[in-house]
Structures are given as C-alpha cells and as structure tokens.
C-alpha cells in the first residue's frame, strides 16, 4: 500500500496572498493535551479566546511570559477603544481598529501592523505565536486575523474565524448588511466569500461541505488555533503520538477541520518511517507479526487523506507551490 505526505504544505502555514492590495498509538495524557482539553470543555461562548491563544502558545514556547502578552492585548484594545466616539456603532469600532492595528499614526507609535515576507511557507512556528506578533508587529496570514480576533473580542465586536486554503480569515458580523463579511487581515481590506472562492480555487464542493468560509464557534476557534501552530510544532519534532492525541481532540471539536485530517493522516505516516522504515526499507522485509500494524498505519494514514478529499481538501503539488513563490516574490517586490 502506498502511504501519502504533505511534503509541499502542511496544515495552516501562512503560505496565502491572494487576496492582498489509531487512537491505538496515542501517547499516555500529557500536560500538553491537557490544557487543549480544558480549553475545549469550556462553555461556549464563555472562552477568552486571548487566554486560550496563549496557553497554546505557551505548549510550544514555555517561557512566554502570559501576563506580560495578554497585558499587550489590552493596551492594544486600549488604544482603539481611545478613538472610539460616544455612541459609536460597531462598523466604526470596526473601522478604527483596522487604523489602530494598519495605519501609521501615534495610535501605534507609527510602527503599524505589517506583513512578514521572511519565511516565503510560515515554516517558522514561533512566528505564529501572539507574542512573537505583538512584539515584532510582523506576521502572516494565521497569527495576524487570530491577533486582530483577540483583540476585537475584548472591544465586544461581533468577530469570529474561519478558514480558507492554508489561510485564516476573520468574519466580522456586519450589522448594516445584516450578515457576515470577511475580514482579510493581512492587507486591512473586505471580500466577499466569491473572492476567495475564485482566488483560492475553493471547489463548490468544498463550500457545500462547509470546510472553508463558515463563521467558527468559540470551541471551532480553539481547535484551530491548535492546528495553526501546535500541530505545526509537534510535526517539526516528529512527535507522531502527540499529532494523533491532539488532532483527535481538534477534530471532535470541529469535525471539518480538513487540516488537522491530513496531518492526522502524516502522523501515521512518521510512525510508519520511525517504526518500520527505519528498519526495514522493504515492506516484504517486514516480520510477519508486525505487518497487521504496518498495514493498519498504512490504512489510517490513506483514510485520513481520502477524508479531507471527500469533503473538497486538495493537495498541492509542485505547479501549486511555484505559481505561490512568483507571486509571493511579487508581492515581497511591491511591498
């Protein structure tokens, strides 16, 4: 049976500019599962989507100073809700803290928000960390709409996320149009769902299933912020008992997240390379009472890939990765 990776882009990594200008090998609870679970059982719409950021944050880098980072998302939001008129409608909060975060002025020391072009894939875990943001005020397309998300919920915007192709979105709730509208964070602009649609080749499939462009829940947005860098971590590591115990924990809570799917599916693969690769570079080298579990990784690691396919995920290839570096170049070169 031939196993299947990800080799051009794994999960959520920033990588999108489109739209700019078995359980059975499942490690023993770890402190890292754990605070992901807390996070989890928490009451919907009761979950400091901040706090929750961080802690996850912190599973990745723990000398992160979580006072320290959360203080910055309040004096963020301070300096937004200081422009603020009396009575002002959320399309105005809205509106300045877009200017806040995007546009130089003494609101932010004239060092805006901006766009990191140094890591062309967002290979660079620490970069989606809210820390690591909030200090360099540089970032790509997962930390920055999770920053601006934060941030939102503590000045009470109707905010939330979602997904596109290797891509995190936010949805803000447009009281004027009485729907939602979506938030491109990295250039400070709006688009409709049809935008990212064409722009992304998401396939109608895709969009009836509901994987991509659908407002998350509290407990949906957790579980991404999960996928967006601890999965990303502990892949880097290799730690394949860890990808499965959290992405079993992301997935019942949003069970489309196609992202944690396939690296579902990669971490079935690692364990195929650490367990019998390694060993034996020939399936038929296999012995004879360790093919069932060779052959059932095999299996998990093609049904997790079919899965996300079923439900409209594609994979890049090659053609994918290069039409995204020429136009990540040009936009480097504009910028």
């Known amino acids: 049976m031939r196993e299947r990776v990800n080799r051009v882009a794994m999960g959520l990594m920033g990588v999108c500019l489109a739209l700019m200008a078995a359980t059975a090998c499942a490690a023993s609870p770890a402190p890292q599962e754990a605070t992901l679970r807390q996070l989890l059982q928490q009451p919907e719409g009761a979950i400091d989507l901040a706090r929750a950021k961080i802690a996850i944050d912190r599973v990745v880098d723990p000398s992160i100073d979580s006072v320290a980072t959360l203080r910055l998302v309040e004096q963020w939001a301070a300096k937004a809700r200081a422009r603020f008129p009396v009575g002002a409608s959320n399309k105005v909060k809205m509106d300045l803290l877009i200017s806040t975060m995007y546009e130089s002025g003494p609101w932010n020391d004239h060092r805006p928000f901006s766009y990191d072009y140094s890591d062309p894939f967002g290979q660079n875990v620490k970069k989606s960390l809210l820390s690591t943001y909030l200090a ?36 803000y709730g447009d009281e004027e149009q009485g729907q939602w509208t979506n938030f491109e964070a990295t250039s400070g602009l709006f688009h409709p769902d049809s935008g990212y649609e064409q722009s992304m080749n998401i396939s109608p499939e895709a969009t009836r299933n509901g994987i991509y462009l659908r407002p998350f829940t509290q407990h949906e947005t957790v579980a991404v ?47 195929i390379e650490q367990r019998f690769k390694s060993k034996y570079p020939k399936a038929e080298q296999i012995p004879m ?33 290069q039409q995204y570096l020429q136009h990540f170049n040009s936009m480097k070169a504009k910028s």
């Open 225 to 271: 912020f999960a996928t967006a860098s601890l999965l990303p971590y502990y892949r880097g590591r290799k730690q394949s008992e860890r990808m499965l115990a959290v992405t079993d924990l992301i997935l019942k809570a949003n069970p489309k997240d196609v992202d944690a799917m396939t690296i579902r599916g990669d971490a079935y693969y690692l364990l």
């Open 289 to 321: 009472n360790l093919r069932a579990e060779y052959l059932d990784y095999s299996r998990q690691n093609n049904a997790w890939y079919e899965k996300a396919e079923a439900l409209g995920w594609r994979q890049w290839g090659p053609k994918e990765k």
């Open 136 to 171: 360099t005020r540089k970032g790509q397309c997962v930390i920055m709409p999770i920053a601006f998300l934060v941030i939102g919920q503590r000045l009470g915007l109707p905010l939330t996320i979602t997904t596109a192709p290797h891509h995190l979105i936010v949805k």
